[in-house]
Every structure is written in C-alpha cells, then in structure tokens.
C-alpha cells in the first residue's frame, strides 16, 4: 500500500523550491535558457575549430587541442548568451501585454517538470544497480513519487528519437509526392555531434596530458639546474677554502 513518506516530502520540497526558479523567470526564461545550452553545445561541437582559428591569433594560441577547445567554450557561452538575451526581450514583450502572469506560472510548472524528470532520471539510473534496487525497494518501494519517478525515467530513457522523426516523416512530403527522409537525417546529424563531441573529449585531453608533460619535464630540468648550481657553489666555497 502506497504512502505518503519522508522520501515524497524530500523530493517534492526540492522539486518546488527549484521550481520557484521558473515561476520568478518565467516560462520563456526557462525554455530560451534550455534551447540556448543544448543548442550551444550543438552549435560549439560544429564551429569549434572555425571559431578557435578566429580566437588563436588574439591569444597566441599554438596547440590544435587548445584552440578547438578554446572555440568549444566560446562557441556553447556565445550561442547561450544571444538565446537568453532573446528570452529576456521576449519575456519583457509578455509582461508588458499583460500575459506576464501566465508566463510566470507556466515558468513554474516547466521547472518543476524538468526537476522532477532530472530525478527520475537519476532514481531509473540508480535503481538498475542491483545493490541499490534491494535498498530503493525496501525502504521506498510504498512511497507516492517512488513508483513515479521509475517510470518516467524509464520512459525518458527509452526515448527514440527515430520514433517522433518517423511520425513527422509520414506526414510531410514535398511536390513530387516523395517521402522526406527525415530519420536518416536525424540519425546523420546526431551521429556527427557524437563524433564531433568525441573529438572535443579526445583533444581536451591531449591538450591536458601535454601540458601534464611540459609542466613536469620543467619541473624536473628546474630540480636538475637547482641541483647542479648548489654542487658548484659547494665546489668554489671548497676552493675558497683551500
């Protein structure tokens, strides 16, 4: 028999106090903010090395893995900044036409649902861990949000992007009456900013490694010529000496 646990107050606590951030920036904050990361880190993962061959003259950048690295990061913070500059304009737009009230409330309920699916992702996550599932089913299993957030974090999980792709795909075609082949496009596009992504890992740590590499071989040289100034100081004060 499910009930209303310590685990339902902690997770609702969280999911509405994080969800008050929605209701103070408002619905069109929330979801410009959400575009302007995932659609940076699409955009950034594309243009890094175009952008950082732009930036590498400015700051004397050498190393390949640096600058697409450094063009990763300007890239995801520029395309972020425009998007949250344009929510911020189009919220302002909805206050002023008195809809102001609506975007906040939907502001809230859009943060509250993405807290709550942060979780559920996080519990579905925990809960395929053997020892963890055991523990979860013991102590939560009669919980309200419990049976909740497993669910729908399956659900998000399992999503196949190929699947919404295909809906639309059947429904839209151009003149000649040929199917549009949106799947493989969005197949095509998803496989390159997994690659691209991959890239930008890889580099970064290259670029880590090497820097790694150069800081302790000076290191090591400055121990070496530490090393050999004290034996010739040591060597003239015996000659002194003498």
């Known amino acids: ?10 997770i609702l606590s969280i999911t509405v ?12 904050k929330e ?18 090395e175009d952008i950082g061959n732009i930036i590498a003259p400015i700051l004397a950048l050498e190393n390949g893995a640096t600058i697409k690295l450094i063009g990763f990061i300007l890239g995801l913070i520029g395309f972020w900044i425009i998007l949250y500059v344009a ?14 009230i609506f975007d906040r ?38 919980s309200i949000t419990f049976p909740l957030l497993v669910k729908s974090g399956d659900f998000i999980i399992k999503l196949d992007p ?45 670029a880590v490694n090497q820097e790694i590499e150069n800081a302790t071989k000076e290191a090591t040289e400055n121990i070496v010529n530490s090393i050999s100034n004290e034996e010739t100081t040591n060597n003239t004060n015996t000659e002194k000496g003498n």
């Open 105 to 142: 409330i939907l502001g809230f309920l859009f943060g509250s649902a993405k807290i709550f699916f942060i979780f559920s992702v996080i519990t579905y996550a925990v809960y395929q861990i053997e020892s963890f599932r055991n523990l979860m089913n013991e102590k939560v299993s009669n």
């Open 162 to 206: 190929a699947d919404f792709t295909k809906k639309i795909e059947e429904k839209i075609s151009p003149e000649d009456g040929q199917k549009v082949n949106i799947t493989e496009e969005a197949k095509k596009t998803f496989d390159e900013l997994k690659t691209k992504t991959n890239e930008t890992i890889e580099a970064t740590k290259e």
């Open 1 to 10: 028999m499910q009930e209303f646990t310590a685990f339902d107050i902690i």
């Open 31 to 48: 979801v410009f903010g959400l575009v302007g990361i995932i659609g940076g880190i699409f955009i950034a993962s594309r243009l890094s």
């Open 17 to 28: 106090l994080l969800g008050l951030k929605g209701l103070m920036k408002g619905f069109i």
């Open 87 to 100: 929510g911020i304009i189009i919220s302002n737009i909805f206050s002023a036409s008195g809809l102001g």
